[in-house]
């Protein structure tokens, strides 16, 4: 009985450990502030998405899909500024700007999601003058299933409930911004 649980303890020590599903950015590094070409146009930004990619995903992962939310919105809920879904499990990246307003770098098949701004395109930050500076988690989310059943006009409430229901595993990265008052 001692072999066996020792010959056990041994085969799981040797098996490697899974790789961590990843994200990273160019654009974007986790806790450091986001340039003014991902800020919003009406903030003074140029509203490029940021270029993204992940890797080592879950084993099962049949699509991706990807958000952007400010969670220090004013509203306590968030607030929406992007989601792209049905990205194939194919590909493990978008280039910046792939989520501007009528982009052509988007996957085929791939469909954005209508933001809190009321179009379905990507919406960079733009936080009310002299809050502190909000913090913008981008997620992307692998799914077991190889589409969610959505179109453009779906809200990220109906975004964010079909992630919930169908996410393997997530990887993220958050960024900030503010705009202060000039004294």
């Known amino acids: 009985m001692r072999a066996l649980i020792l010959g056990a303890a041994l085969a799981a020590a040797a098996t490697p450990a899974l790789a961590e599903f990843t994200m990273s950015s160019t654009n974007v590094k986790s806790g450091s502030p ?3 070409a991902q800020v919003l146009g009406s903030c003074n930004g140029q ?18 899909a990807l958000t952007m939310i400010d969670t220090d919105a004013r ?13 194939p499990a194919s590909v493990h990246g978008l280039a910046a ?5 009528n982009s052509k770098d988007l996957p085929t098949g791939a469909i954005q999601g209508r933001t809190d701004f009321g179009f379905s395109h990507y919406g960079g930050p733009c936080p009310p003058v002299g809050d502190h500076a909000h913090h913008y988690e981008i997620t992307v989310y ?24 169908n996410t393997l595993g997530t990887a993220k990265i958050v960024g900030r911004y503010g705009r202060f008052i000039q004294a």
Request: hydrophobic fraction near 45%.
């Open 142 to 165: 692998a799914l077991k299933v190889p589409s969610l059943q959505l179109d453009e006009t779906a809200s990220g409430a109906q975004v964010g409930a079909s992630l919930v229901a």
């Open 75 to 87: 509203n306590g809920g968030g607030w929406w500024h992007w989601s792209v879904f049905n990205i």
């Open 34 to 36: 986001m340039a003014l």
């Open 47 to 64: 509203n490029v998405s940021p270029a993204l990619s992940w890797g080592s995903e879950p084993a099962g992962t049949q699509s991706f």
């Open 97 to 101: 700007g792939a989520g501007s307003e």
